[in-house]
């Protein structure tokens, strides 16, 4: 036996698996009986990348992200499965959740964690017909890529960072480069009112139209994302100045909306309101840590593989020696 196939197909799978694949999106399930709803989520990896020119971008760890925007018929099911003072309706069904504040967004993603039994990633209040949200400790706050005193270290669900939200929209992940647009081109795309085409946005619409469904709001980001640009204008987790320390200051916003020209569906647009705004072309999608599921741990796989090849080609020493 020649042990040169074996130590082809061993180096071809240890490459397979210590490359950046993204596997399928993934659906977690949330709500009680008769009040079920998914969220899709896509994995974004290509862990060593750079930020863009714009300072964004650069994640060094393996998170997941929202196929789609949060629907409104999230809020109405989370809410009658026992979600409490968060509201929404700009719209209705599978059109996005807008007229959201971003502690009720946060309030949201809390009720993803705790009612699936992990920790809530924002420390919130709500009192006297309002929410308030204290920092966390620097001993309790996340600390991948960088102390953020708004997200709980432990939390599995959140709002995406503006870096996360960058990443997802513009990062071409077969590559090391940023596409301008969040439909993997640096052409802007077709404005429609809605659908799944290549190279289309919901944006440069009527106002009186409204936003799109969130699973026809256009075409698809690098990483599998939809209606990162158009549509609605997206909560980001992050401060408008990056650093979290206060928890009172304006929140980061991204992505265009439906009546709104190209310009704010490129990469070099961002703007800002306080947490407490709330407007009908404003709403969120929501992030999470990496499955272990979904994302297997590539060192593993790799000593599983190289272990597998090592003890094979033992076997064909053991055969040619005897």
Do not use: C, H
């Amino acid at each position: 036996m020649n042990p040169r196939p074996l130590f082809t197909i061993v180096t071809a799978l240890f490459a397979a698996f210590t490359l950046n694949i993204q596997p399928a999106a993934q659906a977690d399930t949330f709500g009680t009986s008769g009040n079920e709803f998914t969220i899709d989520f896509v994995s974004v990896g290509n862990t060593s990348n750079l930020a863009d020119t714009t300072g964004y971008g650069a994640v060094p760890y393996e998170y997941r992200v929202g196929k789609y925007e949060i629907t409104q018929d999230a809020i109405t099911k989370a809410t009658a499965s026992g979600m409490a003072n968060v509201t929404a309706g700009a719209w209705t069904g599978s059109q996005p959740a807008a007229k959201i504040s971003w502690y009720e967004a946060a309030a949201f993603v809390n009720w993803l964690n705790t009612s699936s039994g992990k920790t809530a990633a924002y420390d919130l209040t709500f009192s006297s017909g309002s929410w308030s949200m204290n920092l966390w400790s620097s001993e309790q706050a996340w600390t991948a890529g960088g102390t953020n005193l708004y997200r709980n270290k432990n939390a599995f669900y959140f709002l995406p960072s503006e870096n996360e939200w960058y990443k997802a929209a513009y990062y071409n992940a077969a590559g090391s480069n940023y596409f301008l647009y969040p439909t993997a081109s640096n052409d802007a795309p077709t404005a429609v009112a809605s659908g799944t085409g290549a190279g289309t946005a919901v944006y440069d619409q009527p106002f009186g139209q409204g936003p799109a469904g969130v699973d026809v709001a256009g075409a698809l980001s690098s990483y599998g994302t939809m209606g990162q640009g158009g549509n609605v204008f997206e909560w980001n987790e992050s401060a408008s100045d990056g650093a979290n320390n206060s928890a009172s200051e304006d929140r980061a916003m991204r992505g265009g909306i439906w009546f709104f020209p190209e310009d704010y569906l490129r990469s070099s647009w961002r703007g800002s309101n306080a947490p407490t705004s709330e407007f009908g072309s404003l709403g969120f999608r929501v992030a999470s840590a990496a499955s272990v599921e979904a994302i297997p741990e590539p060192g593993t796989w790799a000593a599983a593989v190289l272990l597998a090849g090592a003890a094979g080609y033992s076997r064909w020493r053991k055969r040619k020696v005897s």
